[in-house]
């Protein structure tokens, strides 16, 4: 096996990150054709359109206060600078950034023993970075600007704006499948009723139980789908960290650290995806299999490891 070229690493995960998205709309086409189809003759896309400004409306909260909200959740702080550790850290930010051609985002500290660390912010004038005081205690200056790199990194690829975007996709489908599931239970259409009364009852009992088959499986495919663009994102971003530092085992060295400690005290689900790595350490996250590619917010950090290892021309 050759060295891993981290350029066309990133570029494979962008392409993956477009098809996923491209995926996210065809299903949420799909699903808004045959509610409309069924209730209203599919001459208006009237379902679409209302959860369209729902979820607009919620990843428009998300995206202008998120960060705030996601701060505020973790008791993040300003750092000490008459401490050491804390001081390093915030110089390091400043010199990834100039190195970077960033601007310099504000600088958080995270109260809690175990390794680890976010970015938020819609875009890098509005950006934020957040490590723990277990990693700032855990790590050495090396494996620091890995990890600060990869936070960089998803502020540069605006993984924000994706992760929005994604959001307010998979919150849509949600939507439309609660809108058909009510109007279901409610009896339905005239439209619906005036084919059936026409004669055309075969045809639309087809379309029936198509709708009923996606309003069951597309809250689960939307899941699935935003879950396939987050673990993408962190193997773009560990390729730019590798890019930045020029430095691959950097960020390896502190993803082994991170994969041997333990679990973060104060963490919610609806943060924990923004972290390097799995801040709850749950065993699912870990396994190479098809059912936990599926369902975890990371990718395995041992693979993630040893791409970094290959980038260096260490091999396993």
């Given at each position: 096996m050759g060295t891993i070229n981290f350029y066309e690493l990133a570029s494979k995960n962008k392409r993956r990150t477009a098809f996923l998205i491209i995926s996210f709309l065809i299903l949420l086409g799909l699903i808004g054709y045959f509610i409309d189809y069924i209730f209203f003759g599919g001459n208006k896309?009237?379902?679409i359109i209302i959860a369209l400004i729902i979820a607009g409306f919620q990843s428009f909260l998300g995206y202008y206060y998120g960060d705030k909200w996601v701060l505020r959740a973790?008791?993040?702080r300003k750092p000490d600078l008459t401490y050491l550790k804390e001081k390093q850290y915030v110089d390091v930010v400043e010199e990834l950034c100039l190195a970077a051609g960033l601007p310099t985002p504000k600088i958080y500290v995270m109260d809690d023993p175990s390794p680890n660390a976010f970015a938020t912010g819609r875009d890098p004038q509005h950006a934020s970075v957040c490590v723990t005081t277990g990693l700032l205690e855990m790590m050495n200056r090396d494996e620091i600007m890995g990890v600060i790199a990869h936070e960089l990194s998803h502020i540069r690829n605006r993984d924000i704006l994706t992760m929005t975007m994604v959001a307010a996709l998979a919150g849509a489908i949600i939507i439309l499948a609660d809108l058909a599931r009510w109007a279901l239970w409610w009896g339905g259409g005239g439209e619906r009723k005036r084919r059936r009364s026409e004669g055309g009852g075969g045809g639309n009992l087809v379309v029936f139980i198509i709708l009923l088959v996606l309003i069951i499986l597309a809250p689960i495919f939307g899941r699935l789908l935003a879950l396939a663009v987050s673990r993408s994102r962190e193997y773009l971003a560990d390729?730019?960290?590798?890019?930045?530092?020029?430095?691959?085992?950097?960020?390896?060295?502190?993803?082994?650290?991170?994969?041997?400690?333990?679990p973060m005290k104060r963490v919610s689900d609806g943060v924990a995806h923004l972290f390097i790595a799995d801040p709850k350490k749950k065993k699912?996250?870990?396994?190479?299999?098809?059912w936990a590619n599926l369902w975890s917010t990371h990718p395995p950090i041992w693979r993630r490891i040893a791409i970094?290892?290959?980038?260096?021309?260490?091999y396993t």
């Open positions: 896309p009237t379902f973790v008791k993040a390729a730019g960290s590798a890019e930045l530092t020029r430095n691959p085992l950097a960020l390896a060295s502190a993803l082994e650290k991170i994969a041997t400690s333990p699912l996250s870990e396994k190479d299999s098809l970094l290892k290959e980038m260096a021309g260490q």
